[in-house]
């Protein structure tokens, strides 16, 4: 059911890929809800991915670019007020990439030229696009800028590697925007830490199976999927959060609240039993 939450407004969603990318469903999402964006991503990614199939399927035009270049965001967000005819409402951050985890680094023996590539891609990024957004003036007042984080930002898992730093870095980077945004044009800025979830990034981590199937375990209401995902995201794009901004929100079923749950020490039980 759709609530025309998003009627009236514009944005820009950074990182589809294919129907698996959380920001392929906050698309269509947005779109049920009303919105109008304009979809972007490298043109590497482009030709290998689907985003032709979302971009007809939304009514939205593709502008390719990659977030690491400030004049390539630039053009995307020119680009978008042209489209518009005006500026937009909200932003979607959906980019990670770590070429250390992709080549099996571990964290003590990462390659630093590619750790300063996935701070770049993962995190930096997130900053550039607030930083041409703040100087072209390109996001009206009680805008609303997303990013979608993890709970390695706070918490050590193993295998994530220097994706964790990059997370910490992306959400440490949405409070000090979300100071300097919410004071002066009253737009908010928020993380999203999301349960594990098998998007095309998500499934190069190792161990992503069983860490899916631990989360699931330990969460009360189970693991949020890529659409539970999307319709947070909407809400926080509406005008029903106005007041929520510089907050890391955990979007993970009450994993990130739990210590130890029953269907955790149940299985973990019979891991003994299996020894015996």
């Not at 964790?164 to 870095?169: E, I, N």
Request: aromatic content about 10%; charged content about 25%; proline content about 2%.
């Amino acid at each position: 059911m759709a609530y025309n939450l998003l009627k009236g407004k514009k944005g820009i969603i950074f990182g589809a890929l294919n129907e698996m990318s959380i920001a392929w469903q906050v698309a269509e999402k947005a779109h049920e809800e009303g919105g109008v964006f304009t979809l972007s991503n490298t043109p590497v990614a482009l030709r290998l991915g689907t985003l032709e199939e979302l971009a007809a399927k939304t009514n939205s035009t593709i502008i390719p670019a990659d977030a690491t270049s400030v004049e390539d965001i630039e053009k995307v967000f020119k680009e978008s007020m042209e489209i518009f005819g005006g500026k937009i409402d909200f932003i979607l951050h959906s980019i990670g990439m770590s070429p250390n985890v992709r080549k099996g680094k571990t964290y003590d023996d990462l390659d630093y030229n590619n750790f300063h590539k996935t701070l770049d891609i993962s995190a930096l990024s997130f900053h550039k696009i607030m930083q041409v957004a703040r100087k072209l003036d390109a996001i009206n007042d009680w805008g609303s800028v997303v990013a979608l984080s993890y709970v390695a930002a706070q918490r050590t898992l193993y295998g994530y590697n220097d994706m964790a730093d990059a997370k910490s870095l992306l959400e440490s980077i949405a409070r000090s925007f979300g100071y300097i945004y919410g004071r002066d044009k009253k737009i908010r800025v928020n993380t999203i830490s999301q349960s594990p979830t098998r998007t095309t990034a998500g499934s190069g981590v190792k161990g992503i199976d069983t860490l899916i199937d631990f989360t699931e375990r330990m969460s009360p209401l189970g693991n949020a999927d890529a659409e539970d995902c999307a319709n947070y995201c909407i809400t926080l794009f509406s005008d029903l959060t106005k007041k929520v901004t510089m907050q890391n929100l955990f979007h993970d079923g009450g994993f990130s609240s739990m210590g130890m749950s029953m269907r955790a020490i149940n299985q973990y039980n019979k891991s003994f039993e299996d020894c015996k």
